[in-house]
């Protein structure tokens, strides 16, 4: 269970995942100490996965990316799943409940090469039907 102090701290480090710890101590009114011991357990139980890095709007920008929504066989979604994992265009996906079992979140250098990449996903053994939508803008991202 996460208490308001974990969750601050992780709502500090979605602003900025270099904070240091006494700049999270600082701005929580905790010790050095707390905040590295509740890293620590975050870390160690799951919750803290990883650290990422985010692209300036300028160099995100300069992608082609889209959304695309993935109806699979209902026995095939695991190995579809697989080989999208091996394609680096690929920066997520969501499996879903309603019309459509995955959304992938694809990008790519132009539109050809998301062209590209949207006709390997659509062959891909197990998908019977893909639609995309290219991204336009990013109006919140939290």
Do not use: F, W
Not at 2 to 14: E, G, M, P, S, V
Not at 42 to 53: A, N, Q, R
Request: aromatic fraction near 0%; charge should be positive.
């Amino acid at each position: 269970m996460l208490d308001d102090t974990d969750k601050a701290i992780l709502a500090l480090l979605r602003e900025n995942a270099r904070a240091s710890t006494v700049d999270l101590a600082r701005r929580l009114g905790l010790s050095r100490s707390t905040v590295t011991a509740r890293l620590q357990r975050l870390e160690t139980s799951g919750v803290i996965l990883g650290y990422t890095v985010r692209l300036m709007g300028d160099l995100e920008n300069r992608s082609v990316r889209a959304h695309i929504t993935l109806v699979c066989h209902p026995k095939r979604s695991a190995g579809v799943e697989a080989a999208l994992r091996r394609m680096p265009e690929v920066r997520q996906l969501h499996s879903v409940s309603g019309p459509v079992d995955m959304i992938v979140h694809v990008s790519a250098p132009s539109v050809a090469e998301l062209d590209a990449v949207i006709d390997r996903i659509g062959a891909l053994e197990g998908v019977e039907r893909t639609a995309s939508a290219i991204l336009l803008s990013t109006r919140i991202d939290r």
